[in-house]
């Protein structure tokens, strides 16, 4: 639908109103606790009933991806009227109805480079949070060196075969499916490699949780042995996968560093100033007592206040068509820092209150800071490390060259 | 918030970008400092007046659409690509907003046509210390029944040592550190009691001290309110911080440019040495700091002109991001042209030299940080 008429495209925004002050539960309005994020997928659990009841009437107007194709159950916004649902979801303050790999980065590669089949097979799912995906990428010979893997994939006539280890699988133990890389052809490197969808209950596949430093699980080893896949679910051509590939980690960089790995934090943590100024205390005129943190402090917020602003240029030079290639790279390499950054100076602020571990004599909160600084060194190793991206830049942005 | 030029703008950028490669190449810095001109080049503001750049913030008639701040910002980007030595901060941007935000009917009637042609430069004689600190103003200007009368010394006041005009920041109530009390007066070079001493400084730009000695001025040379100079002054610093900061992102990217070609010429153990990973990732770093910076300045600049609240805070950290920026780009700039950096025969070292000053200017990195931190409540 191309709108002509601001007024036309007011009668959107006022239909929309209507529909989110029928529709939005009212605890959805509310500041969103850890524990009720939702993942959807068929295991679904919802803590609060009224996320649930959020999901299906958003996923049911295909709204959790507003722009995505109608044809495969998408909301079918233009991108104007996709900011007005942004700008009418933010004045309610609604939560979002679902956190999902499917939507930020299997669902965007899919639509590119899927078959009309696949997609009306598999999109209507993402968006309904009825199929829970994780990412089947990293191996433990192939990690920075992505196309170096070695999961073997097997034509065997009216199906193929997986065999071999993924790891830093994303919550494998409670997805669905995966989408996953594959080798079709060991002759050669990038141009041997495909890329594959599967049921997670199918027989020979089996996850098992990593323990972090953090003392969290988010991350599985994850094991194929033998693992039959009907051939129809081969995404784009045999041996055609490293293009897909690179295509999703490019909308799995956007998608981190959109959110600058959480930026706030998440409710009830503060900022570095605020705890220096509990802990450690400032003078008559308000400056922090120690100087030097005060200093690194400011730092980091301006860092923090340019990246928004660097997000916000390239948005809108990429809405003008004045597009500036691999941002997603500078973006993550940039989110990647400000994050650690930013932990570091909340633990410092903190002290020793930043220092438990568990149980009582400290802060909720703050043991909650605790676990994201731990967490947080993840962030420049985790989809593309830093140095990654790094060589992305100087290559593909800044045109330096190969060692000969 | 908007990070696209209008078509208006777009088009002066693109003026004032071949016109800075072509007539003001650093070359002719060079020729300008050989020749001991000391930064002085009557010649090129009047190509500059042709180009109607000493006018782009003031208006044909009161009220009237003008380039704005991101117009004269782009100018000055120009300008920072190849170093040039132009009025334009002191004059175009200082003195333009001054008069514009505080003068009085006659003084804008008398002074803003006349910025407009080039036909007069002006210069803000603000600092007394070897740092920036705008309310530590001691020059006294004392009420003498016809006027006032002005005495002290003012220190590396860019663009003094040739302007015609001096804005001069002087004391009329309480004591140095005070914002309350401090007036600005528009005193003539040739005024009795004025001496200039000019300056030949690190980046060839040049720069002057100036003293006051019972300068006599008449109540007409007061520009804007008498004891609450500040008012003006606060948001004219706040735009030269935003200037200057678009220049510093104009001599960090033509650095980090002429860097990056030489990372692609320059060869040792048969291999170039951009192709070496330690300075691959050198320069990316400064890639992406690039990118934040140039976010920053362009906020900052339709900050100015869409008179946002958050102006000073977008100011303090333009200029801050900005200076940190080229002082990082304008060492390694020399670093990795290895020994040709060090030679005068090369560019890095203009570089690295007006860094510095632009640097100084109108508060440093750490000012405008500290600056930062107050206005964010720690």
Redesign the interface.
Known sequence: MAYDTAEQLEAFRLETRKWLEANCPPSMRTPMPDDEIVWGGRNATFKNPESKLWLDRMGEKGWTSPQWPKEYGGGGLNREEARVLEQELRRIKARPPLFSFGLWMFGPALLEFGNHEQKLRFIPDILKGKIRWCQGYSEPGAGSDLAGLQTRCEDKGDHYLINGQKVWTSYADKADWIFCLVRTDTSTKHEGISFILFDMKSPGVEARPIQLISGESPFCETFFTDVKVPKDQLVGRVNGGWEIAKRLLQFERSSISAGGFGGTGGSGILGP?DY??QHIG?DES???LDGDL??R???H???V???S??V??QT??AK?G?A?GHTAS?LK??AAKMNQDRHELLIEALGTEGLGWEGEGFDKNAKKVTRQWLRSKGNSIEGGTS?I???V???R???????? | MSFILTEDQEMLRETAMAFAQGELPISHLRALRDSGANGDDPASRKKLAELGFFGVIIPDEPGGETFGLTGLGQILEAQGRTLAATPLMQTALIAASALQLGGTPAQKAEWLPKIAAGEATFALALDESAHFSPYAVATEAERDGKGFTLNGLKKYVPDGHYADVFIVAARTFGEAGDRHGISLFLVPRGAKGVTVEALKTVDSHGAAHISFDDVHVTDAALLGPADEGADILDPVLDRAAIGMAAEMLGSAQAAFDMTLDYLNNRKQFGQLIGSFQSLQHRAAKMFVELEMTRSCVAAALDAADAGKPDLAELASLAKAKAGELVHMVSNDCVQMHGGIGMTDAAEPGFYMKRARVQEALYGSASWHRDRYAKLNGF
């Open positions: 100033d220096a100024k400032t308000g400056r922090l005060r200093g402090i400011t730092d917020k301006m860092y206040k340019a990246f602003l660097t916000q240029r809108e030079q003008a004045q500036v500078i390499y940039a140095e991206n790094l060589n830049i100087a290559k942005v800044l045109g330096l060259k190969d060692h000969q």
